[in-house]
Structures are given as structure tokens and as C-alpha cells.
């Protein structure tokens, strides 16, 4: 069974049809880009697996169970994390805090008294900063990071409460060419390892083109392809809609 499945889901603002009737799926351990030009429809769709929209109709499936319509806070119960294109760190905190605070939030426990979130399992959260290579910057308060480590420390953030399947919008927004990169090869290592799933959407086609698994390519509103990097690049019906748009589908060298 996939890990997620988005069955027909179609969303409208008005007379403006932002979805229509995408259908896709997402295995665990599998990294799946999903492109298109500004507009395409990608947030859209983004919104209505975290549950921030609802479809107007279709499905979403996680593991078989639906999360359509769900709210964010109770499809992140369910097991989707999520990371934003700009990232979210409290930066006063040093970085074992943050990863701390994203503990507690995930035992329920962030309304409690806060000077207990110092103590708060500092080992997990450390375990958690070595997997993305922060353990040396552990106890740096978060505003002295430059920012692909502030990066680093949203994805470790975002792993706090275990997610199958994780969404990150833009991961790689504002970051330069190899940050870029090295930050999806840790998400898509950590992937493998934790047989998480991860949709992100990517404007980077070095990125996409190296790094996902698969690519969904989304133009008007509609799928207009699914395959692995390989089937997508060399699909003309691709190379078509991106022709004009500024940009490029080959991997930069
Ligand atoms: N809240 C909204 N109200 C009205 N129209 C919207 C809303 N959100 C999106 N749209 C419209 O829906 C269409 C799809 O937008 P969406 O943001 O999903 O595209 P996108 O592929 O994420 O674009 P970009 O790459 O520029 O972020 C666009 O025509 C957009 O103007």
C-alpha cells in the first residue's frame, strides 16, 4: 500500500481552477518532487495533503486511511510533518532548545511550565541534531547560524514527532547551489533510513533532477506527468510547458 495517495483532488478559488482532478502517489522511503511553472497549482495541492485547504472533491489517503479535509494540527497527529519555505526556529534559543521545544510539542507538553524544556529529553534531541550534522553546534543560539544550518535544524525540528511522510515547501529556498544540494541529500538519506516518505516542491531543477526519486510535474492545475527524472526530462510535453518560462530542466553541472 502507498504511504500517500491523492486521488482526484480538485480545488477552486472562484472561477479559478488551481486544481483539477491530480491524482498521485508516494511510497515510503521515497523522495517526489512536485514541479511546474508559477502558478501550476503546487502550494495548492501542497495545502490540501497538510490539510491548511480543503478539496473540493477527491481524496487523500495516508496508509490507506483518509486525511481529507482534516485539520493541519490533526493530520500532524497522524503522522505528516512539515517544513516551510522560510525557515521557523525560535532565534534566541540556542539549536538543542529548539529541537527540545519540537519534543515537547510533539509529547503534547508545550503549554507546560517552560524552564523544563532546558531538561526536556536532551538526548533525543541531540540524537536528532546528529543526524543532521549539528551536534557541534548544539548549544549556538539559533541567530548565530548561518542559514543552511538554520535549515538543518527546522529538518531535525520537523523529525521530532517521527513523521511518515514529510512536506517541505521550497525546502531550498533562498539557499546557494551546493547548500542546496546537500541539504536534499540529508532529507533523502534520512528518508532511506527512516522509510519516510518526503513531497517537496522545488523551484531548484539541480535539485529535483538529482535528488527526487520521482518527479510530478503539475501545469494548469494538472498533472501533466509522473516518472522518475529521467521519464520527465526527456518528456516533450514537459520541455513544452516550461519552454518560455525562464526555466531550465537540465541538471546544472
Ligand atoms: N487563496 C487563493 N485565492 C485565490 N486564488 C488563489 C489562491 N491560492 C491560489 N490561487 C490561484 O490558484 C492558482 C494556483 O496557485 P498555486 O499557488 O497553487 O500555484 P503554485 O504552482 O504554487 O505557484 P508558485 O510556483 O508561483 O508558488 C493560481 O492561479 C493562483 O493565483
Known sequence: ??????????????????????????????????????GAGKSTTFNMVG??????????LLNGQSITGLPPRTIWRCGVGRTFQIAQTFASLTVAENVQMALLSADRKIF??????????????????????????????????????????????ALAPAPQLLLMDEPTAGMAPGERVALMQLARRIARERQMGVLFTEHSMDVVFGQA??????????????????QIRADERVQQAYLGTGLVLEKQK
Open 1 to 38: 500500500m502507498s504511504l500517500l495517495q491523492i486521488r482526484n483532488i480538485s480545488k477552486a478559488f472562484g472561477g479559478v481552477k488551481a486544481v483539477q482532478n491530480v491524482s498521485f502517489s508516494l511510497q515510503a522511503g521515497e523522495l517526489l518532487a512536485l514541479i511546474g511553472p508559477n
Open 213 to 230: 526519486d520521482r518527479v510530478a510535474v503539475l501545469v494548469r492545475g494538472q498533472l501533466l506527468a509522473e516518472g522518475t527524472p529521467q
Open 51 to 60: 490539510g491548511q485547504l480543503a478539496p473540493d472533491n477527491g481524496a487523500v
Open 112 to 157: 507546560s511550565w517552560w524552564p523544563r524544556a532546558a531538561n526536556h529529553r536532551r538526548t533525543e534531541a541531540l540524537a536528532l541534531l546528529e543526524q543532521v550534522g549539528m551536534t557541534p553546534q548544539a548549544d549556538r543560539p539559533c541567530s548565530a547560524l548561518a542559514y543552511g544550518d538554520v535549515k538543518r535544524v527546522e529538518l531535525a525540528m
